[in-house]
C-alpha cells in the first residue's frame, strides 16, 4: 500500500494495481477501522480500460493510503458493490455509475449523482429520476424546488409525509450541469485553473482554491515559503468566520428571531469587509494563486485585522450570550433533527457535520499543511447531533479560530520582502497523482490531480464536503416534523453546486 | 358610529407601527408607519390573477372574508360609544362571524390545488379551532361577571375596580393578546416574515392571491387587529369617564397594543411547530381561571 502525505504528488505508476478481489478486501479491512475514512474514489479513461482510484484518509497515522484497480475495456463493465458493507462509499459508486455505466452489484441506491453533459446513459433524463416512494393510502408527497423559494440554487426535495411529520426525505441534484472537472483540463492556463477554482462554489473560495494550488504545486515540485502557507491558513480561518457567522444569522433568521439575524448579519459584514481589504474581493476571490502572491500580508493588514477581531469579538460574544441563551432559541433548536454517532459514522459524513454528533474529524488536526504544524489547532466537537449542536458547533469553532488567528499574528512577523508572485506557467511532472486535502469551513475539501506522459491534465477530481453530508441532512428529517427542514436544511448550509459540478 | 370611525383609524396604523418597533429593536432602517397602507393603496390598483384551477370559491373568498370582519366591527363598542349593532348573546354572533372568513379563505387555500396551501390550511384550521374555546371560556366569564351577554352591556356594566376583578382584567387582556396574535398569524405561533412555504402558516395560503383580492386581506388583517385591540381597550376604560379621555385612551391603548406585539415578536424566536397546539391550549387555560375568578366573585363558589 502506498502512503503519501496531504499535497504531495507521486508517480501514478507507483499505485500499485490490485485485482478487484483484492481491492475489496483490503478496502473492507482498512475502512473497518474508524479512523480512517475515503475522501475520493473516482475512475478516469486511461487509453481505453478504466482506472479506479481510491485515497482513504488514515488520521492515525497523518497520511493518505493509495490503492487502485483497472478495468479493462474488454472485461464485463460490472463490480461487486463496496456500499453494502460501507454505506459511506455510495455516493462514489453512484458517480462512477454515471460517468462510466459501470454496474455495481447490489448497489443499494445506485441513482445518478449529478447528470453531467458528459454521463454514460444520456437516455436517463433528469425528469426520469427514480424517486423513493412509498404506497398508501395514509401519505402523501410533497414536492419543494428546483426553483428555490429563496433564489439560493436549485434542488429537487421529495417529502413522504405522514400527516406534518416526514417518513423519508429524498434529496435530488444536480440541476446545474456545469462540467467543472472538465473545464479543467480544457483549460491550460492555471491562472484560468486558479479562477475556476475558486468558482467551483461561491462560499468555499479559499476552500477551493487552496485545494486547488496546492495540488498544481505539488505536481510542479515547487517550495512554498512558511509565510505564504500561513496567509493562506488565514484566509482559511477567517472565511470560516465570516460564513458560520452568516449562518449563525441565517438559523436566526429561520427562527424568527430578527434581532439575532440582523447583528450577525452586521457582523459578518465586519469579517468580508477586511478580506475585501485585503484582496479586493469579499469572498476571498484573486487571493489564492499558485506558489505566490499579489496581495501579501503586511503588518498594516495585521493591525487592521486585530483591531477588526477586537471588535468582532466584543459584539458576537455580546449576541452570542443572548442568542444561545434565549429560551425560544433553544426550544426551537433542540432535539431537532438528531443524527446520532452511528448513523454519522456509517454515512461517512465530514467537518462540521461529523464533529456535530461526536466525531472527530478535521484535515487541520489529522493532516495538517505547514500552517498548522506550526501553529497547531484543536478541533471540537459537541455530541447531540441536533440543529442545536451544529448551531453552537458554528459559534465554538467561531471562537476557535478567532483565538488561533490571534495566536499566528501575536507570534509571526510578516515580511513582504518573504513574498513572491505567482507563477502561472509551471511545468507540471508526467505520469503523476497529487492528492490535496484542506478543512475548509463546510469540511474536507478532496482534490486529485492525475497528470498524462507529457505533463498535461489527464484528470481532475474535485470532492466538496456536502458529498457526503447531504445524506445526513436526509436522515436528520425522519420523524421530524415538514416545518422543521428550512432550520435543519440551513444548519448544514450544504453546497449545491458542490454536488453539481 | 364614533367607535367604528375609532376603529378604522386605528387599523390603519396598527400593522405600520408593528413594523416600526420591529425594525427599531433590530437596529434596521425604519419604514414610514403608513408604508403597509401605501402598500394596500398600491395591490388595490392591480389587477388579480386566478389560477385556472381554482374555481369561484378562490374569487369570492377575499371578498367574504373581508365582510365578515367588517360586519364583526360593527359589533365593537369603545367604552360609552355603543356598537352599529347590538342583541343579546352577540359576542357568540361575532366569533363564528370571523370564523366564516377564515372558514372561505381555508377552503380558497385548498381550492388552489396547490399542497403548500393545503399544508397551510389545515395548520390555520387547526389553531383557529383550538384558540375557540379561549375566546368563549373568556366572554362567557366576563358575561357572568357582569350578568349581561351583549358586547354593549357587558362591557358597559364591566368595571374592574375590587381586588378579584384585577385578575380578571389582567388574564383576560393577556389572553386577548395573544388571541389577537394567533388569529392574525404572528408570532410565535406563523411568522408573517418568512420566506419559508415549508413552516409557513396563514402566508402560504395566501400565496395564489394577487392584487386587488390580497389587499383586501390585509385590510381584514388590519381590522381583526384593531378589533382586539379595541376588546383590550373595553377592559380599561371606564364608562364613568367623559367621552374625549376615552378616545384618547383607546388610541393610546392602541399603540401600546401594537407596541407591545412588535416587542413580543422581535425578541424571541418562534414557537416549534409541534409545540404549536400546546401553546394555544394554554390560552384556554388562563381563560379559566378568569372563569374560576368570575364564579367567586358573583358568589356561585364560595371560597370559606
Known amino acids: ?501 | 358610529m364614533i367607535s367604528l370611525i375609532l376603529i378604522f383609524i386605528s387599523a390603519l396604523f396598527f400593522v405600520g407601527i408593528i413594523t416600526k418597533v420591529k425594525a427599531k429593536i433590530a437596529a434596521r432602517k425604519m419604514p414610514s408607519v403608513f408604508q403597509p397602507v401605501y402598500d394596500v393603496l398600491r395591490l388595490l390598483k392591480k389587477a388579480s390573477i386566478y389560477s385556472p384551477t381554482t374555481s369561484i370559491i378562490f374569487r369570492i373568498a377575499p371578498l367574504i372574508y373581508l365582510s365578515t370582519v367588517l360586519m364583526a366591527t360593527l359589533f365593537i363598542p369603545i367604552g360609552t360609544n355603543k356598537a352599529i349593532l347590538s342583541f343579546e348573546g352577540d359576542f357568540v354572533f361575532f366569533a363564528y362571524l370571523l370564523a366564516i372568513g377564515k372558514f372561505m379563505m381555508i377552503i380558497a387555500a385548498m381550492d388552489t390545488g396547490s399542497g403548500f396551501e393545503g399544508m397551510g390550511a389545515n395548520r390555520e384550521a387547526l389553531y383557529s379551532m383550538l384558540v375557540e374555546p379561549a375566546f368563549f371560556i373568556l366572554a362567557g366569564s366576563v358575561a357572568l361577571f357582569t350578568d349581561n351577554i351583549s358586547f354593549n352591556d357587558l362591557f358597559l356594566n364591566l368595571h374592574i375596580d375590587s381586588n378579584l376583578s384585577y385578575i380578571i382584567g389582567i388574564a383576560a387582556i393577556y389572553v386577548l393578546i395573544y388571541i389577537a396574535m394567533v388569529e392574525n398569524s404572528r408570532m410565535p405561533v406563523d411568522d408573517p416574515k418568512t420566506h419559508l412555504e415549508l413552516t409557513m402558516v396563514h402566508e402560504v395560503m395566501v400565496l395564489d392571491n394577487s392584487g386587488f383580492d390580497l389587499a383586501l386581506i390585509h385590510i381584514a388583517t388590519w381590522l381583526k387587529f384593531s378589533i382586539y385591540g379595541s376588546l383590550i381597550t373595553n377592559f380599561i376604560i371606564n364608562a364613568t369617564w367623559t367621552w374625549y379621555w376615552q378616545i384618547i385612551y383607546f388610541l393610546g391603548i392602541q399603540a401600546i397594543f401594537a407596541i407591545i406585539i412588535g416587542g413580543l415578536e422581535a425578541f424571541r424566536a418562534r414557537n416549534k411547530m409541534e409545540k404549536n397546539p400546546q401553546w394555544i391550549i394554554m390560552l384556554s387555560a388562563i381563560s379559566v381561571v378568569v372563569f374560576l375568578t368570575a364564579l367567586i366573585i358573583t358568589q356561585k363558589i364560595i371560597l370559606n
Open chain 1, 1 to 501: 500500500m502506498l502512503r503519501i502525505k496531504n499535497s504531495q504528488s507521486v508517480d501514478i505508476n507507483k499505485i500499485k494495481i490490485l485485482k478487484y478481489p483484492e481491492f475489496f478486501d483490503i478496502v473492507l479491512q482498512l475502512l473497518s477501522d474508524k479512523q480512517r475514512h475515503c475522501t475520493s474514489y473516482f475512475a478516469y479513461k486511461k487509453h481505453t480500460d478504466l482506472h479506479f482510484i481510491m485515497a482513504i484518509a488514515d488520521d492515525k497515522e497523518h497520511d493518505i493510503i493509495l490503492l487502485s484497480h483497472l478495468l479493462k475495456a474488454d472485461e464485463k463493465q460490472e463490480l461487486a458493490s463496496l456500499t453494502k458493507q460501507i454505506l459511506a462509499l455510495h455516493i462514489f459508486e453512484r458517480e462512477i455509475h454515471e460517468n462510466f455505466g459501470i454496474e455495481f452489484k447490489n448497489h443499494p441506491w445506485q441513482k445518478p449523482v449529478r447528470f453531467a453533459h458528459n454521463r454514460a446513459n444520456t437516455k436517463m433524463q433528469i425528469n426520469d429520476y427514480p424517486f423513493y416512494s412509498i404506497k398508501s393510502e395514509e401519505l402523501h408527497e410533497v414536492g419543494v424546488g428546483p426553483i428555490h423559494a429563496g433564489i439560493i440554487e436549485p434542488g429537487h426535495f421529495r417529502f413522504i409525509c405522514n400527516g406534518e411529520n416526514v417518513l423519508h426525505l429524498e434529496i435530488q441534484l444536480g440541476w446545474q450541469h456545469r462540467g467543472v472537472e472538465q473545464l479543467f483540463i480544457n483549460k491550460k492556463n492555471n491562472l484560468q485553473r486558479s479562477l475556476l477554482s475558486e468558482n467551483i462554489a461561491g462560499d468555499t473560495v479559499i476552500g477551493h482554491s487552496l485545494a486547488f494550488v496546492r495540488n498544481i504545486e505539488a505536481l510542479s515540485d515547487v517550495s512554498v515559503p512558511e509565510q505564504l502557507e500561513i496567509e493562506r491558513s488565514l484566509a482559511l480561518e477567517l472565511e470560516r468566520i465570516a460564513i458560520h457567522t452568516g449562518d449563525i444569522g441565517a438559523l436566526c433568521v429561520d427562527a424568527a428571531y430578527h434581532l439575532g439575524a440582523n447583528v450577525f448579519g452586521i457582523l459578518r459584514t465586519g469579517i468580508i469587509n477586511f478580506t475585501q481589504a485585503w484582496c479586493g474581493n469579499r469572498f476571498g476571490k484573486s487571493l489564492i494563486r499558485p506558489a505566490g502572491s499579489y496581495l501579501p500580508f503586511t503588518e498594516e493588514l495585521k493591525t487592521e485585522l486585530l483591531s477588526v477581531l477586537t471588535k468582532f469579538e466584543k459584539q458576537f460574544e455580546e449576541m452570542a450570550d443572548l442568542t444561545y441563551r434565549l429560551p425560544s432559541i433553544q426550544n426551537r433548536f433542540d432535539y431537532v433533527g438528531t443524527v446520532t454517532q452511528k448513523q454519522a459514522e456509517l454515512l461517512g459524513t465530514v467537518g462540521l457535520s461529523a464533529r456535530m454528533s461526536g466525531i472527530e474529524r478535521d484535515v487541520r488536526v489529522s493532516h495538517p499543511n505547514i500552517a498548522f504544524q506550526k501553529f497547531p489547532i484543536e478541533s471540537i466537537c459537541v455530541k447531540k447531533g441536533d440543529v442545536f449542536a451544529r448551531f453552537l458547533l458554528k459559534k465554538k469553532e467561531i471562537r476557535k479560530s478567532i483565538a488561533w488567528i490571534r495566536n499566528v499574528l501575536a507570534n509571526y512577523n510578516f515580511d513582504i520582502q518573504n513574498s513572491k508572485s505567482p507563477q502561472y506557467n509551471l511545468q507540471l511532472k508526467p505520469n503523476s497523482f497529487a492528492i490535496s486535502l484542506n478543512e475548509a469551513w463546510r469540511g474536507e475539501v478532496c482534490h486529485c490531480a492525475i497528470t498524462d506522459s507529457s505533463g498535461n491534465l489527464l484528470h481532475y477530481k474535485i470532492k466538496d464536503p456536502s458529498m457526503h453530508n447531504w445524506k445526513a441532512l436526509e436522515l436528520s428529517l425522519r420523524n421530524v416534523e415538514i416545518s422543521d427542514f428550512p432550520i435543519n436544511n440551513k444548519s448544514y448550509n450544504l453546497s449545491y453546486c458542490g454536488n453539481d459540478l
